[in-house]
C-alpha cells in the first residue's frame, strides 16, 4: 500500500526566514509520481510541482525547492526567505499510473510578519 | 475561462436525505476525481475516473457513488447520507487518463450531514 507522511502539523517562522517541509512517502513501486500541493486560507488547492521516480535532479523555481532522495523515500520542500503570502497548508502526495492518489495529512506554515 | 465548478458550494441536509454534489470541467480532461478533506487526515481520494465510463475506487469509496456519462461532468452522489459523511469534498480534473498530470481542483463543497 501506498502511503505519504508529512511529520510536521505545524510550523511557525518569521518572514524571511528559509523553512523545509518533510514528505516521506512508501512505495513498492518502481514507477510513481510524487507531488507538492498549496492551499492557501482561501481554500483552494493549487499545483506546485511533480516529480516522477526516475528523476532525482533537485528542482528549484524561484524562492521554491525541492529534493527528491528515493534512497530515503523523501520529497522535501524548502521555502527560501519565506513570505507572509506562504502562510498555507502545503500537502505532498504520491501516485501510480492507473492507480489512486494518496495525499499526506498537510503541514500548516504560518509565516510571521 | 478554464476551470473545474462545484455545486453546491455549501450544503446542510440531514440523515438518509439523497443528495447529488455536481461537479463540470470545460477543459477537455479525461481524468477526474473526487476527494473529502478532513482535519488532521488530508485529501482522501472516493473515486475517480480515467475516461468516460471508466471509474474506480479510491480509498474511502464506502457511501458514495460516481458516474461518468460525459466527459465534462462527474457528479458525486450520497444516497443515504450520514454525520460521518460531513466535510469538505473537491473535484479535480487533468488532461489524460494517465493521472500523473496536474490536476486541477474545484472551489470545494462543504457539506454537513445533520
Known amino acids: 500500500a501506498q502511503k505519504v507522511t508529512q511529520a510536521q502539523t505545524e510550523i511557525s517562522v518569521v518572514e524571511k526566514e528559509d523553512v523545509t517541509l518533510d514528505c516521506v512517502y512508501e512505495?513498492?513501486?518502481?514507477?510513481?509520481?510524487l507531488f507538492w500541493y498549496k492551499q492557501p486560507p482561501s481554500g483552494e488547492l493549487v499545483f506546485l510541482i511533480r516529480?516522477?521516480?526516475?528523476?532525482?535532479q533537485n528542482e528549484i523555481s524561484g524562492r521554491y525547492s525541492w529534493n527528491f532522495q528515493k534512497s530515503t523515500s523523501s520529497f522535501n520542500f524548502t521555502i527560501t526567505a519565506s513570505q507572509v503570502v506562504d502562510s498555507a497548508v502545503y500537502f505532498c502526495?504520491?501516485?501510480?499510473?492507473?492507480?489512486?492518489?494518496?495525499f499526506g495529512p498537510g503541514t500548516r506554515l504560518s509565516v510571521l510578519p | 475561462e478554464a476551470q473545474v465548478t462545484q455545486n453546491p458550494r455549501y450544503l446542510i441536509t440531514v440523515t438518509g436525505k439523497k443528495l447529488t454534489v455536481t461537479c463540470s470541467q470545460n477543459m477537455n480532461h479525461e481524468y477526474m476525481s473526487w476527494y473529502r478533506q478532513d482535519p488532521g487526515l488530508g485529501l482522501r481520494q472516493i473515486y475517480y475516473s480515467m475516461n468516460v465510463e471508466v471509474t474506480d475506487k479510491g480509498d474511502v469509496p464506502e457511501g458514495y457513488k460516481v458516474s461518468r456519462k460525459e466527459k465534462r461532468n462527474f457528479p458525486l452522489i450520497l444516497e443515504s447520507p450520514s454525520p460521518n459523511q460531513t466535510s469538505l469534498y473537491f473535484c479535480?480534473?487533468?488532461?489524460?487518463?494517465?493521472?500523473?498530470?496536474?490536476?486541477?481542483f474545484g472551489p470545494g463543497t462543504r457539506l454537513t450531514v445533520l
Open positions: 502526495a504520491l501516485t501510480k499510473v492507473g492507480q489512486n492518489f494518496v
Open positions: 516529480r516522477n521516480s526516475f528523476d532525482e
Open positions: 512505495t513498492r513501486d518502481t514507477t510513481y509520481y
Open positions: 479535480a480534473s487533468s488532461l489524460t487518463g494517465f493521472n500523473y498530470n496536474e490536476q486541477f
